[in-house]
Every structure is written in structure tokens, then in C-alpha cells.
């Protein structure tokens, strides 16, 4: 099952039984699906510590999958994202990650 398909399930079970997910913990179920299986392109962005404001947060795209704790984040591009696979990559444990960008 890819992981389209099964954020696709999750989201009919929500339109489905609203009372089954509050939003918070659909959209926390549908980061951890996505976390748990990490592709190269994905928008993700980097916590460097907890309470830490988002101007601390760094916006980055997944270069690739180092193992299954930690995957190889291009951070810096100048704006470049379209072409971000041609920039170095920083090895970020995916504890530290949230999918999307702030």
C-alpha cells in the first residue's frame, strides 16, 4: 500500500466518522505516515530544539534515506528548490523533522 493510499483511507475515515479523529490527531496520524515512509522531495522542516520559535525552524526538501531513524535533508539551496538535489544534504534524525514548511 503506497502512502497516498493510505492517507487516502484516513481521510475518508474522518469525513466518514468525525468523531473517530479530532483534526489535531488526523493531521498528527498523517505526519507520522509520511514520516514512516519518507521520499526524496518531500517538504519537511527541521526543530532544533523544543520551544523554539519558527524563526529558528529550518524549511528543507529530502534528499534521500540514510536509515530508519534519520534521512539526508538538503536545508540551504538559495532559493534553488527545484534543484535541490544538486546541493549537499545534512544527515537530520527524523525526530527532529515535521512534514511541510513554516
Not at 502512502?3 to 507520522?32: A, G, M, P, V
Not at 518531500?42 to 530508519?68: L, R, W
Not at 534521512?71 to 538559495?78: A, N, P, Q, S, T
Amino acid at each position: 500500500m503506497t502512502i497516498q493510499e493510505e492517507i487516502s483511507i484516513l481521510r475518508e475515515l474522518q469525513s466518514n466518522h468525525t468523531r473517530f479523529f479530532t483534526k489535531e490527531e488526523f493531521d498528527k496520524l498523517q505526519e507520522l505516515l509520511i514520516l514512516s515512509h519518507p521520499q526524496v522531495g518531500h517538504k519537511v522542516y527541521y526543530i532544533p530544539f523544543d520551544g523554539c520559535n519558527d524563526s529558528e525552524c529550518e524549511n528543507g526538501m529530502v534528499k534521500s534515506i540514510s536509515d530508519a531513524e534519520n534521512l539526508f535533508v538538503v536545508y540551504h539551496c538559495g532559493g534553488d528548490w527545484k534543484n535541490f538535489q544538486n546541493y549537499t544534504a545534512a544527515r537530520t534524525s527524523i525526530k527532529d523533522l515535521k512534514v511541510g514548511w513554516i
